[in-house]
């Protein structure tokens, strides 16, 4: 049985050549790439988290543990990405202005594909105005923002304010999350979906999708 130990903590040595080869081994055991995720490389980044939060890892342990975890889970791409769902809808998605936390977001763009979603991803660091500019351009079904500091969660509220304002608003259902979103912070703010993780963020979408 593979040790999916073993990548959670190549992650928090920030070994990237061994977290990349120990993903590739894990895949070609048969493991299935979700499980890679769940049990290897994201309790590994949680860990990071926690000893940066210690004051025990400062920010280039926290950038070197980042990649080795973003270069893995491209690696992951083509297999989390790969279903024969026929396309469900179209879903704009972001990282809210201020927030270059990717990884989260990514892995959830890779299950919506996976699962039938025409995903177009704004990248990180996305101001209302672009959100909106997106949303007025294009014919989504779902925004999709993700935020992963205390500081820029407000941003998710901004940019539904912003959709308001431009009279964009009952154009898309809007989902939020990210580490400190909850779905309390995404009733506050008038969201129409939260979800804690990428499984989850699939099925609220689907439900979404069934309401418009
Ligand atoms: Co940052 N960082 N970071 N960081 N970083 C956190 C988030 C932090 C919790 C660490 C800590 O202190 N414990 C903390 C935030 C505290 C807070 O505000 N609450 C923090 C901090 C403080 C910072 C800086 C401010 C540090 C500094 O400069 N002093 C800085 C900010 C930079 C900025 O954005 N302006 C910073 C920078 C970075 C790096 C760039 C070095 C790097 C990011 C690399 C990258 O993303 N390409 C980084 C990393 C790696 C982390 C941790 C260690 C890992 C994040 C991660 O990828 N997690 C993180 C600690 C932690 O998370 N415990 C931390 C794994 C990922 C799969 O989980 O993103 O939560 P997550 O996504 C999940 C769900 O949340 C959900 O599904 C995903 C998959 O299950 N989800 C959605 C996400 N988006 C969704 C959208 C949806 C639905 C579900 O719908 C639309």
Redesign the pocket.
Known sequence: MFNLNEISKAIVEGNRDVVLELTRAALDANVPAKEI?DNGL?PG??K???L??TGEYF?PE??I???A??RAVGFLEPVLSKGDTPPVGKYL?GTVK????????N??IMMLKGNGWQVTDLGVDVSPEEFCSAVDKGDFDIL???S?????MPDTDKTIDALKTAGLRDKVKV???????TQEWADKIGADG?????S??VKIAVALAGES
């Open positions: 995720l994201i980044l949680r990071v988290g926690d940066f939060e920010l926290l950038l543990s980042g990649e975890a973003s998605i201020g927030d270059v936390h990717d990884i989260g977001k892995i959830v999709g923002m993700s992963l500091l205390t500081m820029t989902m939020v999350g990210g580490a400190p979103v939260y979800a804690p993780d990428a989850t963020a």
